[in-house]
C-alpha cells in the first residue's frame, strides 16, 4: 500500500516542481515603467513573443545566448539588434518575421500588434555593440506607424472624397479617350477593306 502512495507523492511533487519551472521561465520583471505608453506592448511581448525571442525590457530570454546552442526557433536578441524604423516591426509581425519561415504570421494583430511594434522600437538595440562608422539605434528614428489603407466600403469625407471624384473623373476621361481612339481604329480598317 506504501507504494502507491509513494508513487502518487512523486508524481505530484514533479507536477508541482514542473509547475515551478514553467512559471519561471521567461517571467522576469518587466523593466518597462507601468506609466509608459508601450507599457501594454512589453506586456504583448513577453506573452507571445517570450519562446523565441530575447528582450530585457520585457523580461524575455528567448533567444540562443550561444549561437553553437541555438535551435531553429530562436529568434533574434532585441537587446542588442536594433528594429527601427517602426513599419519594419510592423512588416515582420504581419509577415511572420523576414523570412517567413518559422514565425507566426499576425502574431498579434490591429492595436495589439501596433503596441507591440512601439515598445520593440522603442526598447530594441540598447545594449547593441558600438560599431565605428554605424550610427547607434538610439539616435535612428523610430517612424510612426502609418494610417491604415482606406477600405472600399468607407465613404471618403473631405479632401479625401475631392481627390476620390477627382481621380474617378480622370478614369472617365481616359477611358473615353481610349474608346473614341479604338473606334477611329476600327473605323480606319474598315474603310481599308
Do not use: W
Request: contains cysteine.
Amino acid at each position: 500500500m506504501i507504494r502507491p502512495r509513494m508513487r502518487a507523492l512523486f508524481a505530484s511533487s514533479a507536477l508541482i516542481a514542473m509547475a515551478a519551472c514553467a512559471a519561471g521561465c521567461g517571467t522576469q520583471n518587466i523593466k518597462v515603467p507601468k506609466s509608459d505608453p508601450t507599457y501594454g506592448g512589453a506586456v504583448l511581448f513577453s506573452q507571445r513573443c517570450s519562446g523565441c525571442h530575447t528582450l530585457s525590457y520585457a523580461g524575455t530570454h528567448g533567444s540562443a545566448a550561444n549561437v553553437r546552442m541555438a535551435e531553429f526557433n530562436n529568434g533574434p536578441d532585441f537587446d542588442v539588434r536594433c528594429e527601427r524604423p517602426i513599419t519594419r516591426v510592423l512588416y515582420a509581425i504581419v509577415n511572420g518575421g523576414f523570412s517567413g519561415a518559422i514565425m507566426p504570421q499576425n502574431v498579434v494583430v490591429g492595436q495589439e500588434a501596433n503596441d507591440v511594434a512601439e515598445f520593440v522600437a522603442k526598447y530594441a538595440g540598447r545594449q547593441e555593440p558600438r560599431v565605428p562608422g554605424v550610427a547607434p539605434c538610439q539616435s535612428q528614428p523610430i517612424g510612426t506607424i502609418p494610417p491604415p489603407p482606406l477600405s472600399s466600403t468607407a465613404a471618403p469625407s473631405g479632401s479625401a472624397a475631392a481627390t476620390t471624384a477627382a481621380g474617378a473623373r480622370a478614369t472617365a476621361k481616359a477611358k473615353a479617350k481610349a474608346a473614341a481612339k479604338a473606334k477611329a481604329r476600327a473605323a480606319a480598317r474598315h474603310a481599308k477593306t
